[in-house]
């Protein structure tokens, strides 16, 4: 019985999604930059795909443009605005992924920025006081921070944060690549936000950013006028269609998505806690407010070795991980965790899909509870 309880690294590719890449992967070959109607056909796909994304976040078409992915697209905002804006002073968190962290940090040794980060507690949870402080002292600066941690699934209040940022005069960027599938993202809380197809049922490789009319990115990537001219390259068409796709039916789904989700966090959350009473439920994991409903994330007693279990529940069929898959197979174990400085940086993430069953992460459990010597097959549905 195969289990993929991984989905916050990457999801299963939706039949819609590939019906409607299809016709652009054989006999709609052209290139969108080329003047031929192959090219205009092509062209045609990219921007109504442009304009689909557009009003499904109510913004304008240009202020969207199409990258590679998650990790392209914060390095290209974050780079693009310090660059373009001349930004001294960014603000973020010890929880953000690495394509955040790892630019910020080597713009701040070059000596191009001066880099601070807000302090955090054991849930993973920052006092906005400090924020505005931070800005007080900072008002031209940039703050940086996710919507839905990676790794816990925190849920941030990028809305308050938004509006301390209008109100400095700073711009706010937010890392919503895990917010889209759970329908959480507000992009009118954000100068600048990111979003990756294969979070939400679409393919690898393609992902957007959202650029506020009121915010300037200098390119990331030039030798081409493609993408507004902030982009150059030749589009990945089917790969954008696909994508489109895929928003599309996470926004008409994800009512149906969220309850889904919300269901099956909750039935493995109980039986955690009944299988092995000493579970530690990380940041506000085990919540379905306070985390979204598609990621859990665990430690085990502090015998258990977290890193063998990984295989040991793959051995079995079961698909997790021991952070994001940036980080995964790390010997230093996930920065997120150890930021919250509970003894220990080793833990376990589980993530949910809207094809998740509750057999799936009752077998899951039932491994659990046997690699901590408390085996049972007792609370499933």
């Given at each position: ?13 939706d ?12 006999g ?18 990219v ?8 009003r ?11 990258t ?8 290209m ?14 603000l ?11 630019p ?38 940039l703050?940086s ?13 990028v ?27 507000d ?8 979003g990756?197809?294969?979070k ?14 009121k ?24 790969y ?14 994800r009512e149906?998505?969220a309850?889904h989700l ?6 493995m ?15 506000h ?8 409903p ?17 295989y ?5 069929g ?29 833990a ?34």
């Amino acid at each position: 019985m195969d289990i993929y309880l991984d989905n916050a690294a990457t999801t299963q590719l939706d039949p819609e999604v590939l019906a409607a890449m299809l016709p652009y992967m054989t006999g709609l070959c052209g290139n969108p930059s080329s003047v031929h109607r192959y090219g205009c056909q092509a062209k045609a796909a990219v921007e109504k795909a442009r304009k689909t994304i557009a009003r499904l976040f109510d913004v304008s078409p240009s202020e969207i443009v199409f990258t590679s992915g998650g990790t392209e697209g914060n390095n290209m905002l974050l780079r693009g605005i310090i660059e373009a804006v001349q930004i001294a002073d960014v603000l973020t968190t010890p929880l953000e992924h690495l394509s955040v962290r790892v630019p910020l940090e080597a713009l701040a040794k070059a000596g191009k920025i001066s880099l601070s980060y807000v302090g955090v507690n054991q849930n993973g949870d920052f006092r906005l006081e400090e924020v505005a402080q931070w800005l007080s002292e900072h008002p031209n600066g940039l703050v940086s921070c996710m919507q839905v941690n990676h790794e816990m699934g925190n849920i941030t209040d990028v809305v308050a944060i938004g509006q301390l940022c209008q109100s400095a005069g700073a711009f706010f960027h937010s890392d919503t690549i895990q917010a889209i599938y759970c329908g959480l993202l507000d992009l009118g809380s954000c100068h600048l936000a990111v979003g990756s197809a294969h979070k939400i049922h679409g393919p690898k490789g393609v992902g957007f950013v959202y650029i506020d009319a009121k915010a300037s990115v200098a390119p990331f990537i030039t030798g081409g006028s493609q993408e507004l001219n902030m982009r150059g390259g030749t589009e990945n068409v089917a790969y954008i269609v696909g994508m489109a796709k895929a928003l599309e039916i996470a926004f008409r789904d994800r009512e149906k998505i969220a309850t889904h989700l919300a269901a099956v966090k909750q039935h493995m959350v109980a039986l955690l806690k009944r299988a092995i009473p000493d579970i530690i439920f990380n940041g506000h994991s085990a919540s379905c407010t306070q985390s979204s409903p598609h990621l859990l994330n665990i430690s085990l007693p502090a015998a258990q070795a977290h890193d063998m279990l990984v295989y040991h529940l793959d051995i079995h069929g079961i698909a997790a991980s021991t952070g994001s898959a940036c980080t995964s197979g790390s010997a230093l174990g996930s920065p997120v965790i150890a930021a919250l400085q509970k003894g220990t940086n080793h833990a376990i993430r589980f993530s949910f899909s809207k094809y998740t069953t509750f057999a799936e992460v009752e077998k899951a459990v039932d491994l659990l509870a046997e690699w901590c010597g408390n085996p049972t097959s007792h609370g499933r549905r």
